[in-house]
């Protein structure tokens, strides 16, 4: 009763105590800050990486880079080469920086600029300048001039063979020349110098392309749990997804291609692959949005393609001139800045338009660089002109192991069968065509249906016929 009496006194206590906490928390934060500073710089947490410095680090390590990232990075290497103009280095990363913008953006007007900013930097230091001969690889790589990325790659790797952000760069451009024993050579070095999801990746592209599809999406999967930056796990991601969609597992597919973009939202690619997946799966709507959302952004020819043909599978074929229309001018685009979209222009004359003409187009590409895309094109263009005779080997070029055409594409072996067909091969025909349907059911909107029709016409083997029938 006398406590209750005396007003508040008795919050007294309780009010000293909280006083003493605090102090006694602040007096602890300053100790633990003073220790802190105090410690040495082993023992602190590094502070994040600015945007322009994670740019800088996947640049010269060969692997994806976030746009807003290099945008940054740009940025801050024009301000010091304005400052510096001798700085060849700056140039050198300047240059890098735009080749791969131009390639996350699809706009070929990013190639004389980083082609500039290189030879600007070669210009300053002409002798040991690596980082420059490694720029100029990704360009002409960029540009599809495989020959100039070899050049270019083998005159940095002549600087600094233990070098590994070179062979990335060779592997890709012998790959585009066809040289298959060569992107083999070059894996086995990459491998014995580097690990790391980069060279994962890397390899698992050469996989791929020998028709080793589990080895592929193992290499792949590995890459995706070992990346760092989200653009770059986004850009395995969608690798992975093409492997899917490859061998006809549309949701697997689908289900990669939407987490690449969650990832990355400017992961084009994964966009396009979503339409190629949902189309797959019947759903027309959100296929074409996707496709609409990919094209807005990353603008290739290949993309405006593949939407031209779906709307044209869907009978609208004012939509599908549009896409046609889209693809001329990507094309003429990049030619006017140095690129090479000859093949993809190609394949599309050869369906939609000139088949004589895509056959002088890519006969001229199979010169240049003969590898399994082109002599598939090649031999398609010259069935689609009549030449069936003359199409049947490169035909074959594309789809036989034993003559470097490793990879497993529904659309090569459509290809082969229908030649096939013209020729009178009927066994071989009903053969590949059963193949195509059996590797990826849905690898194309338009030609599947014909690939079916064609394979119903064949009907069954005949006994009588003779094993040719089969």
């Known amino acids: 009763m006398t406590v209750c009496a005396t007003d508040d006194k008795p919050h007294e206590p309780r ?4 006083r003493r906490a605090l102090l006694a928390s602040a007096t602890a934060c300053a100790v633990l800050g003073g220790v802190l500073v105090l410690l040495p710089r082993w023992q602190q947490a590094p502070p994040a990486p600015d945007p322009g410095a994670r740019a800088l680090v996947a640049v010269t390590s060969g692997v994806p880079a976030a746009l807003p990232d290099l945008q940054a990075l740009v940025e801050e290497r024009e301000r010091r080469v304005r400052r510096h103009p001798e700085d060849a280095e700056s140039w050198a990363v300047l240059g890098a920086a735009r080749v791969e913008q131009g390639l996350r953006l699809a706009d070929p007007t990013y190639w ?3 082609e500039k900013a290189l030879r600007t930097s070669l210009k300053a230091r002409a002798k040991g300048n690596a980082p420059a001969l490694r720029g100029l690889a990704a360009l002409a790589n960029a540009r599809r001039d495989f020959a100039g990325a070899r050049k270019w790659g083998e005159a940095a790797r002549r600087l600094e063979p233990e070098r590994w952000t070179t062979y990335p760069l060779l592997i890709e451009a012998s790959a585009g020349l066809g040289d298959d024993e060569e992107t083999g050579r070059l894996l086995e070095k990459l491998q014995d110098l580097r690990s790391g999801p980069a060279v994962m990746a890397r390899a698992a592209a050469v996989y791929r392309d020998r028709g080793w599809r589990e080895d592929a999406a193992a290499k792949l999967a590995d890459a995706v749990s070992a990346a760092g930056e989200p653009a770059e796990r986004a850009a395995y991601l969608e690798r992975a997804g093409q492997l899917a969609w490859e061998r006809g597992d549309r ?3 689908l289900r990669h291609f939407q987490e690449a973009v969650r990832t990355d939202p400017d992961q084009r690619a994964a966009q396009a692959g979503q339409g190629r997946a949902l189309a797959a799966l019947g759903r027309m709507t959100e296929a074409l949005s996707a496709y609409r959302m990919a094209l807005a952004k990353q603008p290739r020819p290949e993309y405006a393609l593949e939407l031209g043909e779906l709307y044209e599978s869907l009978g609208l074929e004012r939509a599908a001139g549009v896409q046609y229309g889209v693809l001329r001018e990507r094309v003429r685009l990049a030619a006017a800045h140095g690129g090479d979209e000859e093949v993809v222009l190609g394949r599309f004359e050869a369906d939609h338009g000139d088949a004589e003409g895509a056959v002088r187009r890519l006969r001229a590409e199979w010169e240049r660089q003969p590898s399994t895309e082109v002599a598939d094109a090649l031999g398609w263009a010259l069935h689609r002109a009549g030449e069936d005779e003359e199409a049947l080997p490169f035909a074959v070029r594309a789809t036989e192991g034993t003559e470097g055409g490793g990879v497993r594409s529904a659309s090569y072996v459509f290809h082969r069968g229908v030649i096939e067909r013209s020729l009178e091969r009927y066994g071989a025909a009903r053969r590949h065509l059963k193949e ?3 590797i990826n059911p849905w690898f ?27």
């Open 444 to 470: 194309s909107p338009l030609w599947v249906p014909r690939a079916k029709a064609a394979l119903a016409r064949l009907g069954e083997p005949s006994v009588q016929a003779g094993p040719e029938s089969r």
């Open 251 to 253: 949701q697997d597919a």
């Open 112 to 114: 004389p600029r980083a």
């Open 436 to 438: 195509a349907l059996r």
């Open 15 to 18: 009010r000293r105590v909280r």
